[in-house]
């Protein structure tokens, strides 16, 4: 089973849009079991196009194409299709009918290149689009699956989910890939490849490992073609072995759902208090809908004077110790917990860079503090040069700061 | 002229990476006036690579082949190469010291596969990386230019815009291209283009004229491969015609930019409250350095309990209008700016989405206040179901308020 991605925009050539239809359709085709074996960037021309499919179907058994089915005179890739297969397209009154609806239902004009996106290769199959205007096409050939799909990301997802993966899950010889996540936090890909060093599978084994990091934490990614009895054994010892680094061992949170779950389920509200993330905890927090349910809110305390205005963190603490120190993390949150009334307050404070480092204090050096009714408490870390890294990585240890915390304490 | 591109890497087949290199790769060669007419991605295997290359290789006169080329057992784009091109491999004394002593700089150990980074096909020119270990390849073919670039981000950027483009420059046949920008902000796409509609030069003409929208407002973007003044000449009828929603005439400044500078200018210092956007304003003032000129900071008052503790929103006034309201917004600014002994200070209320509505206030309406010493204003914004946008763009559009209030007013 070979598969081949051909994306069609003069704006991924020219690097106005990042190809993501790429990464997502890879993704997804992977855990499918018909992983990529080649991807071709084209541009809004028939000829390109033709020659592309051409080729790409006499050497592959699936071909998804994305990209140019709108109105415009830019869309031609049903035009490059009919040439490259030799079917004549014709106009079908019901997907007509059906892309009318759809601009009527989203209050925008129909377009007057409308009739174009009404045109159907003789023999195909046409995959209605739930989410936009044109339709996506299966069109079985000699020796390939052939699926051309609008390049929207929303409906590119909703077709490829919906119609394509199903389609391509049936087809003989391909063997089901089974994917199993674990997702930690609060330890470096380093460390955690030493733990559970014995555990990798070597090569040719029927279970993979990958090691996926980010700035929220090393997600283990398995993925087998083999029974998932091999892989769930594999992850039941990871589990046991890395022990609270796992982020929920029932399931397959990641740390913000993680860390919304478990103040909900105690009944518990947040508050929070940053200097160098300058309101990154805050946002992070109310990226999902439904934050209201544990978040109150927070201080964005970036001048040292509102550090002791707002948040009453004594002059004193800041004279002897230094904005950036455990003392003053700490003093943040319990100064935050006070004035929003909350369970819990996460602070941050730290030398995000690149400037502003000392060598008793360089560029990188980060204080987190947790405080609660009755106590309070505080970790170090010491990150890199790079500003953003320096702000996500340690948004992100603070709340697994939180998380295990949280995870110590019985819900209600 | 026609250049291509070959990325090579299993995890851009299989979406773990998202190809970021391609755009950047488009954009610079497209700027340079040779764009990118064709991308293929290819995974970690010689016969696909070599496949790759001898074909794009015969097809194009500049080819720029990036990844793959490390010291481990799945680095294998050298030997894709020189199968390729039939020219054998032969490790290099000099760029294998130069390696060890990169690695040795960077503090991490020489690792086994290391020689293998040093093999160069013979008649090759060694493009030098001082961004990280794998140097760069330029190969004169018969007909075409071939680069090969490491795939590590920073590194090939490094190499693309020291090494690889003004020898494409330098080509004969190529037209350069003149790009002008003007960047906007508080106008949408659709609004500009009706009030420029009777400049946009019309298709064939020497200038072609971009709109780029994005959440912190359009870029109109100028290209000619005609004379500069040409494109120079057009941008000046646009900046005319659209006033204050140019950022900024006498430079190319993006709306970020422009509010810190004119803050810095002006001696002044601000504050933030914010509502629905949770700390993105604050997020978005100190993802550079050097906001702690002008930022002291600011309120998450996500809770209404919070507006009026933190920010002193009188509890009338919620209760009267609401805290999704004029008034609200108003009264949250005035009361950052006293809180904090601001000059300005900017606040966002509203609902975010995707739930929240009602009738009255449906989703995606949002108030922004603007409060000075002696004054406060308002905008009001209706955006749609998404609630990442509405985030994003409100914040943005706060900030250009404060823009255009700024610019009204004399730097110090």
Chains 1, 2 share one sequence.
Not at 153 to 160: A, D, I, K, N, T
């Amino acid at each position: 089973m070979r598969t081949c991605l051909i994306t069609v925009g003069d704006e991924l050539l020219s690097g106005r849009t990042v190809n993501t239809n790429a990464s997502y359709i890879g993704n997804r085709l992977a855990e499918t079991g018909a992983p990529v074996a080649r991807t071709v960037v084209v541009g809004d021309r028939v000829d390109e196009i033709a020659g592309a499919v051409r080729r790409e179907s006499a050497d592959h058994n699936v071909l998804v194409v994305t990209g140019g089915l709108g109105p415009t005179h830019d869309d031609v890739t049903l035009d490059g299709l009919a040439l490259a297969v030799s079917l004549p397209l014709t106009e079908s009154a019901d997907v007509l009918a059906a892309i009318e609806v759809r601009y009527r239902k989203l209050d925008r004009l129909v377009p007057a290149g409308v009739r174009r996106m009404a045109r159907i290769p003789r023999g195909a199959t046409v995959l209605p689009n739930h989410w936009g205007t044109a339709p996506g096409l299966h069109l079985k050939l000699e020796h390939c699956h052939l699926f051309v799909l609008p390049g929207v990301p929303r409906e590119m997802r909703g077709l490829l989910d919906e119609s394509v993966l199903p389609i391509v899950k049936s087809l003989p010889g391909l063997k089901p890939v089974h994917v199993r996540s674990l997702l930690t936090a609060g330890v470096t890909e380093s460390a955690l490849s030493e733990t559970i060093n014995d555990l990798i599978p070597p090569a040719g084994s029927p279970v993979r490992l990958a090691f996926l990091p980010g700035y929220h934490g090393v997600e283990l990614r398995l993925t087998t073609q083999g029974t998932p009895a091999e892989a769930d054994r594999l992850a039941s010892a990871i589990a046991e072995r890395i022990g609270p680094a796992l982020i929920d061992p029932a399931s397959s949170d990641d740390l913000m759902t993680a860390v919304g779950r478990l103040l909900r389920e105690r009944g518990a509200h947040l508050a929070t208090a940053e200097s160098c993330t300058g309101g990154l905890l805050g946002k992070l927090l109310t990226d999902r809908a439904g934050s209201s349910d544990f978040y109150l809110g927070g201080v964005i305390a970036y001048a040292n004077s509102s550090k002791a205005n707002l948040l009453e963190v004594p002059q004193q603490t800041l004279d002897d110790h230094g904005a950036v120190s455990p003392e003053t993390a700490e003093a943040m949150a319990t100064g935050a917990l006070a004035r929003f009334g909350a369970d819990y307050a996460l602070s941050i404070t730290g030398i995000a860079g690149p400037g502003g480092g000392t060598p008793a204090k360089p560029v990188g050096l980060i204080y987190m503090g947790l405080a609660w009714a009755g106590g309070a408490t505080h970790r170090r870390l010491q990150l890199t040069s790079d500003r953003e890294q320096n702000r996500e990585r340690s948004a992100y240890a603070a709340f697994d700061m939180l998380r295990r915390h949280l995870q110590e304490i019985p819900a209600k």
